[in-house]
């Protein structure tokens, strides 16, 4: 059984940079693809980012595209969400999820999900 765990999150001022980190162990990840997600009070849960399981591709929702960097550093368990100038938009539980989805997208095409870290951003 795949088992997530996020950590990295916490309270920080717009325009500053948070990196997320995401560890899998219990079983073999690394032939599964990858992604962050996030889910804000009263909101479904949106697509943040996501990567392919060589690492080799990845995809970003266009909220996020230019600030926000998803890595898997050798294809291994670790999973990583680099995110430069936040915005107060940015605040809600990032979840870190692992699957073989038909579409990296979607979030109920992913298997495995992490408890998440909370994330805000505010003056």
């Known amino acids: 059984q795949v088992q997530l765990a996020e950590s990295g999150g916490g309270l920080v001022q717009p325009g500053n940079s948070l990196r997320l980190s995401c560890a899998a162990s219990?079983?073999?990840?690394?032939?599964?693809?990858m992604g962050w997600f996030r889910q804000a009070p009263g909101n479904e849960r949106e697509f943040v980012a996501a990567v392919t399981w060589s690492g080799g591709s990845t995809v970003y929702a266009d909220s996020v595209k230019g600030r926000f960097t998803i890595s898997r550093p050798n294809a291994k368990n670790a999973l990583y969400l680099q995110m430069n100038n936040l915005k107060p938009d940015d605040s809600a539980i990032y979840y870190c999820?692992?699957?073989?989805?038909?579409?990296?997208?979607?979030?109920?095409?992913?298997?495995?999900w992490g408890q998440g870290t909370q994330v805000t951003v505010s003056s």
């Open positions: 219990g079983g073999t990840g690394r032939l599964y693809d």
């Open positions: 999820a692992l699957g073989r989805p038909a579409s990296m997208m979607k979030a109920q095409d992913y298997a495995y």
